[in-house]
């Protein structure tokens, strides 16, 4: 089993930044990737960004491109989103993923359905 807890949302007008921080915890080596999503009322979970822990491939939404960075410390089990440039569209739940799969084909991890564990979520609003 692993553990995710996420951390660092809060309210923040639009052009601002907030950095979220997931933490894992449990059986961790089975990891090969870690995800963020987000996901706001009558709306299916979103796909923001994720991360490989080998050699450290990151992905993202189009929504998202050129303003979040997600990094990884594979050493201290935590992958963070660094948000910036933040508009009220971004407004919702983010959670944090990990996917204990081995893939070749990776696409697959811009869907839920490709990662085990979830965090609780943190909630991010932006105000504009």
């Known amino acids: 089993q692993v553990q995710l807890v996420e951390s660092g949302g809060g309210l923040v007008q639009a052009g601002g930044s907030l950095r979220l921080s997931c933490a894992a915890s449990?059986?961790?080596?089975?990891?090969?990737?870690m995800g963020w999503f987000r996901q706001t009322p009558g709306k299916e979970r979103e796909f923001v960004a994720s991360i490989t822990w080998s050699g450290g491939r990151t992905y993202y939404a189009d929504s998202v491109k050129g303003r979040f960075t997600v990094s990884g410390d594979n050493a201290k089990n935590t992958a963070d989103l660094q948000m910036t440039s933040l508009k009220p569209e971004d407004t919702a739940v983010y959670y944090c993923?990990?996917?204990?799969?081995?893939?070749?084909?990776?696409?697959?991890?811009?869907?839920?359905?490709?990662?085990?564990?979830w965090g609780q979520g943190t909630q991010v609003t932006v105000s504009s």
């Open positions: 449990g059986r961790t080596f089975t990891n090969y990737a």
């Open positions: 993923a990990a996917d204990s799969t081995y893939r070749v084909i990776t696409a697959i991890r811009t869907t839920p359905k490709a990662y085990d564990y």
